[in-house]
DNA sequence: TTACATTTTAATGTCTGACATTTAATCTGG
DNA sequence: CCAGATTAAATGTCAGACATTAAAATGTAA
């Protein structure tokens, strides 16, 4: 592990890479300690500041661990799927965010990742991860639910489909595209017809993956994507007459 | 943005927090220049190299970058696509790595997310993904290959396929799942009459998205899926037997 | 001898203060 | 008006110290 002193790159960067290349090359496992602080120091000739700076960024990763005491020191972390969902939940939602990503390409991508996982959900979904998906319509269905309620409800519905496959790879993809759209549901005003309309796809999903029905779920998926977009449609649409008022009415 | 000094949370990883929960909340928006470090030790009460750990932890997720010189500093980053999909390779590889991920999970998850792009990518495909399909099959069908040129030819040829789509948010999603594979795949020898077969796969391939026959490509890549799982099971078969005589024959 | 309390020790966590380096803005002389 | 020198403000790096933590070693009394 060597790095490049009159690089213009940090210093701390440069470590953070040698590190991270040889977690990823297999040199370093599991579980295995890092030298300590002050002996990374000497080998790559920097202060421990430096060095600090350098596994911080690796622990932002998830791919060390650090611990306190005599024995302690920095172990090279087992990532787990846990782990990742969130940081892949935090990416997605701000490349949504930051890159003026439109509700339908966003909406296409989630359904389209969504129907990839239907099939194999309708042939091996538990029954506990049915009764997730009866208790979140149960849910759904009860008035004076909030919009972001009603949201966070259909994430965990949806969650429990693709977690249905059996696939953790799979869950763990979908696990970005899935939550990353929540905040732009969340801008869709649901009203009680619209909830009405939502709960009844919902239930035909539940019914369809009961029945290991997979072309029934993967029908009423492409109708609730659909609907979705019809919805937010509306929204967008409704926004920009309100703007039009705005901009004639005052004067 | 506030911390608790009597948390026994590491002080830099909650200012890290705190000002990621900034930006996700949107309360400092993309190329906003964050206060200066001396300015935010000032504001958390706490010292310079204690805030510069956290930044590096954000600067490590890609969230900000940092500037030197009199009106440098760190700003919010726009987090891109490009920038991302090089961290969502980082983790899945190393989520399969590390989690004894079978070959047959990740491969399912692969072709169940491929699949789901197939018929957009049928559909919306440019001449010039066609021609880098194209390119990738001839290069795939040049004798004196290594394995190894085998299968990044592979990786780019159903990145292609993916990037037809035609949808940011899908390739994205994809870049992890198909790259992140390709370790496993690189265990595989590739003989002559495998590659023959792949590369007479990628052709119907071609083919079909070519002629934006989106079930056509459907059923090829169930085909390639089945095949690509025989190879591995054939390998995985071979490497027992030589195990076992290992342990028969040396006495 | 064993169980428990104490001390030691080795590591990370944090602070202070300083200097180096970079870069844009400002100043200055032609 | 322009080119070069200067300045200022920020990050990058360093050295050394102390605080805190947690396990291991040690000591001590029943």
Redesign the pocket.
């Known amino acids: 592990m060597k790095i490049d002193?009159d690089s213009?790159?940090?210093?701390?960067?440069?470590i953070a890479k040698a590190i991270r290349d040889a977690i990823i090359a297999g040199d370093l496992i599991v579980d295995q300690r890092?030298?300590?602080?002050?002996?990374?120091?000497d080998h790559?000739?920097?202060?421990?500041?430096?060095?600090?700076?350098a596994?911080?960024r690796l622990?932002a990763q998830s791919l060390i661990r650090?611990?306190?005491?005599?024995?302690?020191?920095?172990f090279v972390n087992r990532l787990r799927f846990e782990d990742a969902y969130a940081q892949q939940v935090t990416t997605s939602t701000l490349l949504l965010s930051m890159n003026a990503v439109s509700f339908d390409v966003a909406c296409e991508a989630r359904y389209a990742l969504e129907r990839a996982c239907a099939p194999l959900s309708a042939q091996r979904r538990t029954p506990d991860q049915l009764a997730t998906m009866r208790a979140e319509i149960h849910r759904q269905s009860q008035p004076g639910l909030t919009d972001e309620a009603f949201c966070a409800s259909d994430v965990t519905f949806h969650r429990a489909l693709v977690d249905g496959a059996g696939n953790k790879v799979l869950s763990y993809q979908l696990a970005g595209a899935v939550e990353a759209m929540q905040p732009l549901m969340n801008m869709i005003t649901f009203t009680a017809r619209s909830r009405e309309a939502i709960v009844a796809l919902h239930t035909d999903i539940a019914d369809a993956v009961e029945a290991q029905d997979a072309p029934k779920v993967d029908t009423t998926l492409i109708k609730l994507e659909a609907y979705t977009r019809e919805l937010a449609h509306s929204v967008v649409t409704a926004r920009a007459e309100r703007a039009a008022n705005k901009e004639t009415k005052p004067a």
């Open positions: 002193p213009t790159v940090d210093l701390s960067a440069q890092l030298p300590s602080e002050a002996e990374l120091a790559f000739e920097v202060s421990r500041p430096t060095v600090r700076e596994l911080k622990a650090t611990q306190r005491g005599a024995t302690g020191g920095a």
